[in-house]
């Protein structure tokens, strides 16, 4: 029985054979079959290569005493005939189709008020205690070195309003600026899990118009949680061991949804607003945030700017701070302090802003001797004028504020931080006779307003 030879022969073998067979040929032929001789050759060596590699393809005509299985129906691919537009290099441009816009601003609202420096432009300095430096918060409105007076950096509100599947975030500043179109970023933090780091980062360069637009915008993420450094908000510079904002979501339109943020103006440019979906920042039920304007530095990747800059290479708005005046590297920088949003914080939260609460109520006649003000007890008269007293801690304490009730017997103490209250008052009806019942202990959560009404032993 006749044996087959192998498929694939050692490489060598074959090309030596395929020169000894072409030798022959080219000794008795003439010059005109030199050109095809070759160009067999070429296909053969080509054929016989792939066929010997990972891919077989079998040669159409098989070799002597070989025995070839049958292959596969292959689809071909066309071939490519080059034109001219095809061998210059091609630049791509890359075009952004929004499907949807956001709607507007409706919802829940929550906002910040924020020191503004216009009132102290002239002296070229800002507020006394609204920029500490060490603790991350910045009231810097100004360029370097010069500290002329930049109106749209200095912020005077920032509002949050959640009309889920849409955040609108919408800033208030002093005055706008032609030379910030564009450039002036205008953004938010948000601290998903309140430890006082921020998780994302979502700004836009200042918009030359009212209508929504993703040019400029950006969202970004921390993903290795290193924003704020070995100590969330406090000074850690130098510190070199963070990248900040390092994941990009979003920019320009570019992104897995194209259609995530936006920025307009608002009021005819005297405000700017933000709008961007819920989902950027993972849905989250409760989250600190704050407000920042930036013209200056720009660069997500050195958040938080004190552990990224030294107070000596920040400088200072402040010239009663000699050794940092004026402003050196950190400039063109404005930021709020940090709100609770969804929950009620403890007050220790890193950066959090110091809330005011208020206590509030009206006096009245216990007829009924309750103990409590009913309402057909809340009658004026005769308890206007009335002393009310407040004591910080538990009762007894005195002496933190007070006041009086006004002609309908209402009272309301306000500007309280968060905290433990004593709450008394004094009625005095005649000459020489004192009501004096014992005061109440009262807790106020940060700005919490609560209303307490008192009552007199009829």
Partial sequence: MAQSLPLRKPILSFLTLMLLVLGCTLTGAGTANLAATQTALAHA???????????????????????????????????????????ATQTATLT??????????SGTTRYIIDPVAKDYAAQKRAPAGADVYAGNRYERPFTAETMDYLPDVDLERVELRIDSPWVYVTFQFVAARPDGIGKTMYGAEFDTNKDGRGDYLVWGASPSDGNWTATGVEVWKDSDYDVGGPRPQLSDAPWTGGNGYDRKIFIGGQGADPDLAWIRQIEDGAK???????????????????????WGVRRPDWFDYNDHFTQADAGSPLPIQSDFYPLKAL???????????GFTPTGMEPGLCQYYGR??????WDINHTGTCDATELSPASIAGDAISLGQGACPASGFKSTVTDSQGRYSIT??????YCLGFKHVPAP???????PMTVTLAPGEAKAVNLSIPW
């Fill in 415 to 420: 500007d309280l931080p968060a905290g433990t």
């Fill in 272 to 294: 700017v607003q933000l709008a961007f979906k819920y989902s950027a920042i993972g849905n989250a039920p409760q989250f600190l945030w704050n407000g920042l304007a930036d």
């Fill in 359 to 364: 206590i509030s109520g009206q006096l009245c």
């Fill in 432 to 438: 020489g006779f004192l009501i004096n019942p014992n």
């Fill in 331 to 341: 400039w063109g920088v404005d930021n709020t302090c940090h709100d609770a949003y």
């Fill in 96 to 105: 952004v189709v929004h499907l949807s816009t956001p709607p507007g601003e």
């Fill in 45 to 87: 060596v080509i054929q016989y290569s792939t066929s010997a590699g990972g891919s077989p393809t079998p040669m159409s005509t098989p070799m002597p005493g070989s025995r070839i299985a049958p292959s596969p129906t292959r689809t071909q691919t066309p071939a490519f005939t080059p034109t001219a537009s095809s061998t």
